[in-house]
C-alpha cells in the first residue's frame, strides 16, 4: 500500500509503496530513528530555503528573505514564511489589494512547477532532481539508526508528487 506524507509549501508529497510494512519495521525497532528523520528533513528543507533566499527578484523581496525558512518534523520537511519582515507574505505570495506587492499567486499552482510564491517556487523546481536522492539517503541514514544489525528492508521506490497528485519525480522500482 502506497503511504503519502507533506513535503513543502502547496501540499507536494513523499509517496512510498510499500510504507505501511516499513512502518511497523520502525515500529519495532523503537523511537531512535525519528531524531535521524527529524534532521534530515531539517537539512532538505533548510537547504531550499537557503536557495530560494538567495534567488530574490526585487528590492522588496531580498528584505523580505529572511523570512523564507525551512523545518523538518519527522512527518515531513517543509518551507515556509514568517511575519518577519511583516511584508515577507506580500513579497513573496503578493496581493489581492495592496498595489505594493506583485499579483497574488492564487491557490492553484503546483509546488515546483509554473507559477506559486516567488523565489521559492522556483527553488523547489531547481532542487526537484536533488530531493529524491536526499530523501533516499536520508532514509538510510534512518535505517543505519533504526537498524544497527542491518535493515531488514531496503528502500526501492520514491515518488514525489504534486499538489496535483500527479508524480512529478521518481525514483527506483519496485516496493519497501
Known amino acids: 500500500m502506497a503511504q503519502s506524507f507533506p513535503g513543502t509549501v502547496g501540499g507536494p508529497l513523499v509517496r512510498f509503496e510499500g510504507f505501511d510494512e516499513f512502518r511497523r519495521a520502525l515500529k ?24 530560494a533566499r538567495g534567488m530574490t527578484e526585487t528590492p522588496q523581496q531580498a528584505k523580505a528573505a529572511g523570512g523564507i525558512v525551512g523545518r523538518g518534523s519527522v512527518r515531513g520537511a517543509k518551507i515556509g514564511i514568517t511575519r518577519r519582515p511583516p511584508f515577507t507574505a506580500g513579497a513573496f505570495f503578493g496581493a489581492k489589494q495592496y498595489p505594493q506587492f506583485p499579483a497574488w499567486v492564487g491557490n492553484k499552482w503546483e509546488v515546483g512547477g509554473s507559477g506559486g510564491p516567488a523565489a521559492i517556487n522556483p527553488a523547489i523546481r ?33 515518488t514525489l508528487v504534486g499538489s496535483t497528485g500527479a508524480a512529478v519525480a521518481q525514483q527506483g522500482t519496485g516496493a519497501f
Not at 525497532?29 to 537557503?50: H, K, M, Y
Not at 536526499?134 to 539508526?145: H, P
Open 28 to 51: 519495532s525497532a523503537g523511537s531512535n530513528w525519528q531524531g535521524a528523520l527529524t534532521e534530515a528533513n531539517r537539512q532538505i528543507a533548510e537547504g531550499i530555503a537557503a536557495k
Open 126 to 158: 531547481d532542487a526537484k532532481p536533488d530531493i529524491d536522492n536526499q530523501y533516499l539517503a536520508a532514509w538510510g541514514k534512518v535505517c543505519r539508526v533504526a537498524f544497527p544489525d542491518g535493515a531488514p528492508i531496503v528502500p526501492a521506490h520514491l
